[in-house]
């Protein structure tokens, strides 16, 4: 009975997801990130710092503290920010500025501007992440808030399947090329996800 009941309660938020464009929408915002940016930027970020910025372990070490300060720096913006600008708008700006500022780091060669680069994206895409889940948890149905929290983590388990694609690419294409693929890829996605879903942008 126990197993039947979880399998009826899945169905049943899979099918409000379906039936709710802001739901839908809002979670295919969140793969995006999981495919297309951590895998390219932490999961590369060695390769960066051995191969384009031509940096030693301390330097790995900086890219990363990068990175973490940036996600505390979006976080907090958000935070501050609050509901005044919007949720609409702030999911628009910090999906716009995560594609500016990841193609800067495809055609960025010198390290200190890597730097900046990362932690200004960490801040971007760590701000769309919370702008999303605050998003969904304001959105759905007080019943099902539990089922729609477990399909977010199904929809960020896809990251495997990014890092795997972003190995490949550095690989055969190197990490710069690999970099500005993937942030095409992440551009073409949310646009179309943008303007398939437009109650995301009134939100």
């Known amino acids: 009975r126990k197993l039947r009941s979880a399998l009826k309660d899945i169905g049943e938020a899979v099918r409000y997801t379906f039936s709710e464009p802001l739901m839908l929408g809002l979670l295919l915002l969140m793969a995006l990130p999981a495919m297309f940016v951590m895998p390219f930027v932490a999961g590369l970020m060695p390769v960066l710092a051995a191969e384009v910025f031509k940096v030693g372990p301390t330097g790995l070490g900086a890219l990363f503290s990068a990175m973490g300060a940036g996600a505390l720096l979006g976080n907090l913006t958000v935070a501050a920010v609050g509901?005044?600008?919007?949720?609409?708008r702030m999911l628009a700006i910090t999906s716009v500025s995560t594609v500016v500022f990841m193609a800067l780091l495809?055609?960025?060669q010198i390290f200190g501007f890597g730097i900046v680069i990362i932690l200004v994206l960490s801040a971007s895409f760590t701000g769309l992440l919370t702008l999303i889940n605050a998003a969904i948890q304001v959105a759905v149905k007080d019943e099902m808030r539990g089922r729609?929290?477990?399909l977010m983590m199904v929809v960020w388990g896809i990251s495997p399947l990014g890092f795997l694609l972003s190995g490949l690419l550095a690989e055969y294409?190197?990490?710069s090329r690999a970099i500005l693929i993937a942030t095409a890829a992440l551009a073409v996605f949310r646009l179309a996800i943008y303007f398939r879903f437009k109650v995301i942008r009134h939100f």
Not at 83 to 88: A, I, K, P, Q, W
């Open 83 to 88: 509901t005044s600008v919007g949720m609409g």
């Open 106 to 108: 495809g055609f960025n």
């Open 148 to 150: 729609i929290g477990g």
């Open 173 to 175: 294409l190197g990490v």
